[in-house]
Antibody, heavy 118, light 107 residues
Framework: QVQLVQSGAEVKTPGASVKVSCKSS????????MHWVRQAPGKGLEWMGW????????NYAQTFQGRVAMTRDTSITTAYMEVRGLTSDDTAVYYC???????????WGQGTLVTVSS | DIQMTQSPSTLSASVGDRVTITCRAS??????LAWYQQKPGKAPKLLIY???TLQSGVPSRFSGSGSGTEFTLTISGLQPDDFATYYC?????????FGQGTKVEIK
């Protein structure tokens, strides 16, 4: 069965970086794109961008341009998302979610809570 | 960017009710509209895609319709498990965008 398993919760100080991992299993990793979506406490869903798990090409939402980096390691079917220059506004649950072009996001990771606090 | 606006933000209903949630796009779009259900502390779950196609395993009391700029999610015969927050999302173009969510509460 398809599984996306994310790394555990993180607590960071303002200005730091965080890197979240997302381990995939149960499907052909390189057939998909991995999207990242975040959700601040009590708020809605915010799309951050995607990485083509085959080519490594990326597409980031304008809000995150220059501050986020999405990478992958096909040998261990794991995608990563790093956010730099954290502020308290980045406190959120970060989700990875897979998608094929022209189809909806269909499977999501369990989410990783990132707390930014001094 | 296509902005998605859901209404209402909160909906109070009873078990057995028929409920409808509306999602309006800021510009006309294709049928590439999905609906997700999210429960507290959980990841969203895909319910409907391509406006009206039910995801495998989703109960038939959920249905979707619409075109252009207006789309709806209908739950026919609300069940206790359906009390949750629902989001629409357009995947017609980048950036992917979500509605702000509709919380379905117990009346």
């Amino acid at each position: 069965q398809v599984q996306l398993v994310q790394s555990g919760a993180e607590v960071k100080t303002p200005g730091a970086s965080v890197k979240v991992s997302c381990k995939s299993s149960g499907y052909t990793f390189t057939d998909y794109h991995m999207h990242w979506v975040r959700q601040a406490p009590g708020k809605g869903l915010e799309w951050m961008g995607w990485i083509n798990l085959n080519s490594g090409d990326t597409n980031y939402a304008q809000t995150f341009q220059g501050r986020v980096a999405m990478t992958r390691d096909t040998s261990i079917t794991t995608a990563y998302m790093e956010v730099r220059g954290l502020t308290s506004d980045d406190t959120a649950v970060y989700y990875c979610a897979r998608r094929r072009v022209g189809t909806p996001i269909d499977y999501w990771g369990q989410g990783t809570l990132v707390t930014v606090s001094s | 960017d296509i902005q998605m606006t859901q209404s209402p933000s909160t909906l109070s209903a009873s078990v057995g009710d028929r409920v409808t949630i509306t999602c309006r796009a800021s510009q006309s779009m294709s049928s590439l509209l999905a609906w997700y259900q999210q429960k507290p502390g959980k990841a969203p779950k895909l319910l409907i895609y391509k406006t009206s196609t039910l995801q495998s395993g989703v109960p038939s009391r959920f249905s979707g319709s619409g075109s252009g700029t207006e789309f709806t999610l209908t739950i026919s015969g609300l069940q206790p498990d359906d009390f949750a927050t629902y989001y629409c999302q357009q995947y017609n173009s980048y950036p992917l965008t979500f509605g702000q969510g509709t919380k379905v509460e117990i009346k």
